[in-house]
C-alpha cells in the first residue's frame, strides 16, 4: 500500500526552467510534509517541510505548495541549476504520532544545460 | 564533524553470513532510525528507536535485529543473509517529539551486496 504516491519518476528541465514534482497522499493524519534531496552516493538531506496550516512556503529558489482539501502537495525548483540535479523524495509523517517518515517513490531530477 | 555516521560503507558477503552494520550520532538526538532503500531508489523505514526504546518495527524478517547500546548509537544486526537484503541501508537520527518538524538527518548509507 502506497500511501504516498508521487510524480514523475524522472524529469529532465533546461537550466534556468521551473522543475515541479507532484505528491499525493492518502493518510488524512498525516500533519508535517517534508521534501528530501539525495545525490548519488549519499544519504537523503532535508530540503524544505512545510505544515498544513499553510498553503505553500518558500526558501530560496524553492517553494512548496500544498493543497490539504486535494490531500496534494508539489515541490517547484525555480531558475533550476545543474547543481540541482538528484533524486528528490517527497515524505509525510504524523508528528503527533510515531513521526515515521511515508516517503514517495523518487524523481530523478536532471538539468541540462 | 560526521553528524550520522555508518561503517562500513560498503559491505560484500555470502549468502547465509551473518553481519552487522553500526550507527552513530553525535547530535544528541534522542530517535534513531533504520531505513531500506532498494534498487529502484524506494525508502522504507525498518526500526525506530527512542531514548534505547524500540518505537517502530516494520513488517521485517526476524533475521533483522536493531541493538541499541545507548541513545547515540544504533547498530543493525543481519542473520543468514539472503539475496534479496542486498540494498543501501540508511541510519537517520532526530531529536523526535518536538511537536513542530522533526527533521531526521541520514548517514551515508552502507551498501550491502549478498553474493
Known amino acids: 500500500q502506497q500511501q504516498v504516491k508521487q510524480s514523475p519518476q524522472s524529469l529532465i528541465v533546461q537550466k534556468g526552467g521551473i522543475s515541479i514534482i507532484n505528491c499525493a497522499y492518502e493518510?488524512?493524519?498525516?500533519?508535517?510534509f517534508p521534501w528530501y534531496q539525495q545525490f548519488p552516493g549519499k544519504g537523503p538531506a532535508l530540503l524544505i517541510a512545510i505544515r498544513p496550516d499553510v498553503s505553500e512556503k518558500k526558501e530560496g529558489r524553492f517553494t512548496i505548495s500544498f493543497n490539504k482539501s486535494a490531500k496534494q502537495f508539489s515541490l517547484h525548483i525555480m531558475d533550476s541549476q545543474p547543481g540541482d540535479s538528484a533524486t528528490y523524495f517527497c515524505a509525510a509523517s504524523m508528528l503527533s504520532g510515531n513521526e515515521k517518515l511515508t516517503f514517495g517513490t523518487g524523481t530523478r531530477l536532471t538539468i541540462i544545460p | 564533524d560526521t553528524a550520522v555516521s555508518q561503517t562500513p560503507k560498503y559491505l560484500v558477503t555470502q549468502m547465509g553470513n551473518d553481519k552487522s552494520i553500526k550507527c552513530e550520532q553525535n547530535?544528541?538526538?534522542?530517535?534513531m532510525y533504520w531505513y531500506k532503500q532498494d534498487s529502484k531508489k524506494f525508502l522504507k523505514i525498518m526500526f525506530s528507536?527512542?531514548?534505547?526504546?524500540?518505537?517502530i518495527n516494520e513488517t521485517v524478517p526476524n533475521r533483522f535485529s536493531p541493538k541499541s547500546p545507548d541513545k547515540a548509537h544504533l547498530n543493525l544486526h543481519i542473520n543468514s543473509l539472503e539475496l534479496g537484503d542486498s540494498a543501501v541501508y540508511f541510519c537517520a537520527s532526530s531529536q523526535g517529539g518536538t511537536g513542530d518538524s522533526d527533521t531526521q538527518y541520514f548517514g551515508p548509507g552502507t551498501r550491502l551486496t549478498v553474493l
Open positions: 547530535l544528541g538526538h534522542d530517535t
Open positions: 493518510n488524512t493524519a498525516f500533519d508535517y
Open positions: 528507536y527512542n531514548n534505547k526504546e524500540l518505537i
